[in-house]
């Protein structure tokens, strides 16, 4: 009789080791208390948030673009960069005595973006040094503007003729050089045929 009660308390003490040891390995309080789920539910438990709709959408391109340009997760918010433009020059309307060039920003990418403020604009020799000085802001601010794809928005950059308001012209550039609002990246543009003169270059903001 007291060999089967001992027997039994052995096969007792062994048979709640197990689930000792796996609440101590995962960390769980109180889970020496829960049977451990089967090996099947435990595999797949891991697997169900992933593959919930919302969760596959966060870790899309597309969102993650947007969550870093700081505009939310809305297509269209996320700011424009470098590498997801193109650049192009050419000269507009005259009048007065002032030269005015249109620059224009293109969306390569699949996604709209945005652009909002003044771009950094800048001369440049074929050495990397820059002519004259960077290109100053002119007038305010039009607002946050969206770029649909194969879509463009618009800057005017803003000059003098030769021999008005008493001064010369620079030496010709090599190099465009712009940074569009907000980026750290630049934008390069060879042989852009741009004429500063009269020491007033400026650049308005981004507009349509």
């Given at each position: 009789m007291s060999f089967a009660l001992v027997a039994?308390?052995?096969?007792g003490a062994s048979s709640s080791g197990a689930p000792a040891g796996a609440a101590a390995h995962t960390g769980s309080p109180g889970s020496e208390q829960t049977p451990?789920?089967?090996?099947?539910?435990?595999?797949?438990?891991?697997?169900?948030?992933?593959?919930?709709?919302?969760?596959?959408?966060?870790?899309?391109?597309?969102?993650?673009?947007?969550?870093a340009g700081g505009s939310g997760s809305a297509p269209g918010s996320a700011r424009c960069t470098a590498e997801g433009l193109t650049m192009s020059v050419r000269r507009a309307d005259a009048g007065a005595g002032?030269?005015?060039?249109?620059?224009?920003?293109?969306?390569?990418?699949?996604?709209?973006?945005?652009?909002?403020?003044?771009?950094?604009?800048?001369?440049?020799?074929?050495?990397?040094?820059?002519?004259?000085?960077?290109?100053?802001?002119?007038?305010?601010?039009?607002?946050r503007r969206v770029i649909a794809p194969g879509k463009a928005a618009n800057v005017t950059l803003h000059t003098l003729n030769q021999h008005i308001n008493g001064s010369g012209c620079w030496a010709g550039a090599?190099?465009?050089?712009?940074?569009?609002?907000?980026?750290?990246?630049?934008?390069?543009?060879?042989?852009?045929?741009?004429?500063?003169?009269?020491?007033?270059?400026?650049?308005?903001?981004?507009?349509?």
């Open positions: 039994a308390a052995c096969d451990a789920p089967p090996p099947d539910a435990a595999s797949s438990a891991p697997a169900t948030p992933p593959s919930s709709p919302g969760t596959t959408a966060a870790t899309t391109p597309g969102s993650a673009t947007a969550t002032h030269l005015y060039y249109r620059l224009t920003f293109v969306n390569k990418s699949a996604h709209p973006c945005t652009l909002t403020g003044f771009p950094g604009v800048s001369l440049i020799k074929r050495d990397g040094s820059v002519i004259g000085v960077p290109a100053k802001r002119e007038g305010a601010s039009q607002g090599d190099y465009l050089r712009v940074y569009p609002p907000g980026s750290k990246e630049a934008l390069t543009l060879r042989d852009p045929q741009l004429r500063i003169c009269g020491d007033r270059f400026t650049t308005s903001s981004v507009g349509g």
